[in-house]
């Protein structure tokens, strides 16, 4: 005769399932989110291993996995490094450029900094070879204001 079993003999099988679904989800975002979830539920497999009740093991899995969340994640997200390439384009930024074709708000225009030529967009009106300094840069043009 096939009979229900209680929660308490399937609260290893939902552990392992809270670890390997928390394992997965990390896997595919890397945002260092999920994984203290499966730290947390194996705190809770061990417990549920040595006799805790359910509702102790709940209370384990809420705790270790909140701590870590709160504790770790900070300090492994300042460490692990992301797929940035590094390219000093950031060196630019306050540096004197020349002005080769001349524009205004709306209109792009290029202008030459170290020796590279660069599209550039300003809200000033820039004529040619007026000197004009980098404020920011947006995608692969320069945000530039014209010198006073």
């Known amino acids: 005769m096939i009979t229900l079993l209680a929660v ?25 989110s999920s994984i203290w979830f499966s730290v947390g539920a194996l705190i809770a497999l061990i417990a549920s291993a040595l006799g805790a009740n359910e509702v102790v093991q709940m209370i384990l899995f809420i705790v270790v996995s909140a701590g870590l969340l709160i504790g770790l994640r900070p300090l492994f997200k300042k460490y692990v490094k992301r797929n940035n390439s590094s390219t000093n384009v950031d060196s630019l930024i306050g540096k004197t450029a020349v002005c080769l074709k001349g524009f205004s708000d709306g209109v792009r225009g290029e202008v ?3 020796g590279k030529i660069w599209t550039a967009i300003s809200k000033d009106t820039i004529l040619v070879n007026d000197k004009v300094t980098v404020l920011a840069i947006e995608g692969v043009k320069l945000v530039v204001q014209k010198n006073q």
Request: glycine share 4%; charged share 20%; hydrophobic share 60%.
């Open 8 to 32: 308490s003999e399937y609260i290893v099988f939902i552990w392992f399932g809270v670890i390997i679904l928390a394992t997965v989800i990390e896997a595919s975002t890397m945002d260092l």
């Open 112 to 114: 030459k900094i170290d």
